[in-house]
């Protein structure tokens, strides 16, 4: 499975971008799907988290109520909304697959199985 992050740019803060990744899958809707960023000089942490039929979605604590994934199964592929962003949201985005579904593990990079080659989002003060 080959995913595609797509949607990155240069941003003020305070500004939006809509980021989407899709795949090569014939039927992404197979997969728990996720967004995870890295800054420079830090680990890349979780973002956020959907289940594969978008019932359920997590965001972490440092996004919540800015950013919201989201997907359309029947375009193959998954969203993710960020507004209100901030020079800290500067970071490389990924987007990455599980083939074993959305578990209480979302949240941990080994849980899935597939990566993107992420998009660069650059927020200036």
């Known amino acids: 499975v080959q995913l595609q992050a797509s949607g990155g740019g240069l941003v003020q803060a305070g500004g939006s971008l809509t980021l989407s990744c899709t795949s090569s899958a014939p039927t992404l809707s197979n997969y728990a799907m996720a967004w995870f960023r890295q800054a420079p000089g830090k680990e890349r942490e979780f973002v956020a988290g959907i289940s594969r039929g978008g019932t359920r979605r997590n965001h972490a604590d440092s996004v919540r109520g800015r950013f919201t994934i989201s997907r359309d199964n029947a375009k193959n592929t998954v969203y993710l909304q960020m507004g209100s962003l901030k020079p800290e949201d500067t970071a490389v985005y990924y987007c990455?697959?599980?083939?074993?579904?959305?578990?209480?593990?979302?949240?941990?990079?080994?849980?899935?199985?597939?990566w993107g080659q992420g998009t660069q989002v650059t927020v200036s003060s």
């Open positions: 990455a697959a599980s083939r074993r579904g959305y578990s209480s593990d979302y949240f941990h990079q080994p849980s899935y199985d597939y």
